[in-house]
């Protein structure tokens, strides 16, 4: 069984009922949330108290004000079984860790048809910042990628896959028919847009933040791969010296730039000769996403 999501640090919450010296209603904060072996949060009262309490002691304190907001909440807060796909994204699944590097996780989650046609309705997307987590709501993971986001792509394209549900299975078995030559509106874009805004903090403040540029270069090299080979590629180990020196700073600031102006180069060919279709499969899609919410209601 999956552990639950729990309250973020500093969530402002309500007692149920008089505990030790604190009065019902009372007003405290989360200050721990539970480990491994214990079920219990850690909030600090108004006037500094700790208490241990379980999830049913208390409730948050939006419900005095928004009880719509509350529940939302609330729901996400504790249902992690509404995930049907996780997988680790970034340097680790890119092949471009070190050992300092931190584990991120992405995917999607599917709430249950009760939850979903209920009265506080469901968001997005949501992040657990502490855990380098962050899930999207099927509709919004399936139009992201029917729009060629590459973050939305990377995730599904990604090798290191921790938890995937037989609907997400499936949704993986039909995502060449999800790829499109769009690919490089949505990278080449990107990056142009981010180079401009490098080169700006370069003249203005004379430093950069390498890791990011590093990501950039390799957006470029996925994308390519993605137009010449009908599938996109996380991994680019015959290139992993060369991003790795752009990651420790190691590479001149000139030497990236003519790199990166040749691969927009590669990347315009490959997009002239690209065997992508202009537009995803919408009838595969969507038949996916029906059978989705179809099970919710079985």
């Known amino acids: 069984m999956q552990a639950k999501l729990h309250l973020a640090l500093g969530t402002h919450v309500v007692l149920l009922r008089s505990i030790e010296n604190q009065t019902k209603h009372s007003v405290a904060q989360v200050v721990a949330t539970p480990c491994e072996h214990s079920e219990r949060y850690t909030v600090r009262c108004v006037d500094g108290t700790l208490l241990q309490l379980t999830r049913q002691d208390f409730g948050l304190r939006k419900q005095f004000n928004d009880p719509l907001v509350a529940l939302e909440q609330s729901n996400l807060a504790e249902q992690r079984d509404w995930i049907h796909y996780r997988c680790v994204i970034g340097s680790r699944a890119y092949g471009l860790d070190t050992p300092e590097s931190d584990t991120d996780w992405r995917g999607f989650f599917v709430p249950p048809a009760e939850v979903h046609w209920g009265l506080a309705g469901i968001p997005e997307q949501y992040e657990l910042s502490e855990t380098q987590e962050h899930y999207w709501e099927v509709q919004k993971f399936l139009n992201l990628l ?8 990377e995730c599904l394209y990604s090798d290191l896959v921790e938890h ?4 997400a299975l499936e949704l993986r078995a039909i995502r060449h028919r999800l790829l499109t030559s769009r690919i490089y509106q949505s990278h080449n874009s ?4 981010q180079f401009r805004l490098l080169e700006r903090d370069l003249r203005t403040n004379g430093s950069l933040r390498w890791k990011h540029v590093m990501h950039l270069i390799r957006l470029l090299l996925s994308g390519i791969h993605g137009l010449r080979h009908g599938e996109l590629r996380l991994h680019h180990v015959e290139y992993r010296e060369q991003l790795m ?6 590479m001149q600031w000139e030497a990236i730039n003519r790199w990166r102006i ?6 315009e060919q490959a997009y002239a000769t690209t065997k992508l279709p202009i537009l995803p499969d919408l009838a595969a899609a969507n038949a ?3 059978a989705v919410r179809r099970a919710q209601v079985a």
């Open 262 to 267: 040749a691969l927009h180069a590669e990347f």
């Open 245 to 250: 020196a752009i990651r420790a700073g190691e």
């Open 190 to 193: 990107y990056v142009l847009a």
């Open 146 to 153: 029917l729009r060629a986001n590459p973050s939305a792509l």
């Open 288 to 290: 996916w996403l029906l």
């Open 164 to 167: 995937a549900s037989p609907l």
